[in-house]
């Protein structure tokens, strides 16, 4: 399995970068940028609507890297002709990827906003996909794990099909994202273009959106304000976590490359969604927190694990290095210091 990669980024642009994982992908390309000997004018120009991505994320990029870091808000499901005349030829002709980050990430989050979700992987992919050929960058999709639906097979390499609801809930996600897959696949076949796609692996970290209301955060919100932990169903569901800083390595590997396959990122050490609760009532809960159980969430995966083999034999350097531990408590610091 050969592919040919390059050293380094050129300037780049994000969207969804007000987002969890867009906002700490800008920063490591940045502060990569900063140390490596490139030239001054490299850029990340970060694109966002803020309709799930906290603007504190912005404010940060913006006061840490002055003149490295270009904003602009924007729904991208809308035509790209404001993006493109806001850059010039000449910031345009520096930039080597495009990276689609913007989307909806969390259940409660994409079933508010299902429609959105729909076309921000599918409209919005194909803006970002014309735009990035009229440039010769090369696109990389934020995929998910989501795409294996309730798998019946674990854990889930790339090559499973999945297991998906298309008419539910969730539906809006996980057949938005194979839709983008698709889209990806054909569109390199008929413009004999190079983008990529990662399929990631639930992550968390700080800069999450406490309102985000995946597990993680639920859970460390709910400790910290010492209010009881709230599982949905008997906790015996399994997920597997990984800690943002491992996940965004690995993505800018694969971003470096020629691939254009989809590859699995994530953390392959799997949890009961009930010993994370009782690691995180454990450790982190202000008073006497409780666990209670609530009905489960309708198609909610019974487990959810990575095979990374793939990723690994790619990139004999990457794994998740980040225990659960460590990431809690880097999160439950930054929660603490972020929260009012
Ligand atoms: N965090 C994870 O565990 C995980 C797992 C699988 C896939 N992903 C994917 O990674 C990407 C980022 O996820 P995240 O966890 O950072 O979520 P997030 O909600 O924190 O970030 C998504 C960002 O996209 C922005 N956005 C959404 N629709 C937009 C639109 N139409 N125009 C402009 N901006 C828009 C939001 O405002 C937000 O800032 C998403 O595509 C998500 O599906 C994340």
């Not at 900063?34 to 120009?45: A, C, F, Q, T």
């Not at 030829?89 to 979700?117: C, D, G, N, W």
């Amino acid at each position: 399995m050969s592919y040919t990669s390059t050293s380094h980024y050129k300037s780049v642009l994000i969207t969804g970068v007000s987002g969890f994982l867009g906002s700490h992908l800008a920063e490591s390309i940045l502060v990569e940028s900063s140390l490596g000997n490139i030239k001054e004018d490299y850029r990340v120009i970060g694109i966002d609507n803020f309709c799930t991505g906290l603007a504190s994320n912005v404010t940060y990029l913006k006061q840490k890297f002055p003149k490295n870091f270009l904003f602009i808000e924007k729904d991208v499901i809308q035509p790209w002709d404001d993006v493109n005349s806001i850059l010039t030829e000449a910031i345009k002709s520096e930039i080597s990827h495009v990276f689609h980050f913007a989307s909806p990430a969390s259940p409660p989050h994409y079933q508010r906003l299902s429609l959105e979700t729909l076309w921000v992987n599918t409209l919005g992919l194909s803006h970002a996909l014309r735009f990035a050929d009229d440039i010769g960058a090369r696109v990389i999709f934020s995929s998910t794990s989501e795409v294996y639906g309730d798998p019946d097979v674990s854990p889930q390499p790339e090559n499973y099909w999945g297991n998906v609801n298309s008419f539910g809930p969730r539906a809006c996600y996980d057949e938005a994202k194979r839709f983008g897959e698709a889209l990806i696949y054909s569109w390199n076949l008929r413009h004999q273009t190079k983008h990529g796609l990662v399929r990631i692996f639930n992550t968390y970290g700080p800069r999450m959106n406490p309102n985000d209301g995946r597990v993680i955060i639920n859970f460390l919100v709910q400790a910290l304000a010492g209010q009881d932990l709230t599982i949905y169903g008997d906790g015996r569901q399994t997920r597997s976590f990984c800690f943002v800083a491992d996940l965004i390595n690995g993505i800018k590997k694969y971003a470096l490359t020629d691939i254009t396959f989809p590859v699995n990122f994530g953390n392959d050490r799997e949890f009961t969604v009930l010993e994370l609760a009782e690691k995180v009532q454990a450790h982190f809960a202000k008073k006497q927190s409780q666990i209670v159980f609530l009905e489960k969430a309708k198609d909610d995966p019974a487990q959810r694990r990575p095979d990374l083999s793939l990723a690994k034999k790619l990139f004999p350097e990457w794994g998740p290095k980040v225990t659960l531990e460590e990431g809690l408590s880097k999160t439950a610091q930054w929660l603490q210091l972020n929260s009012r």
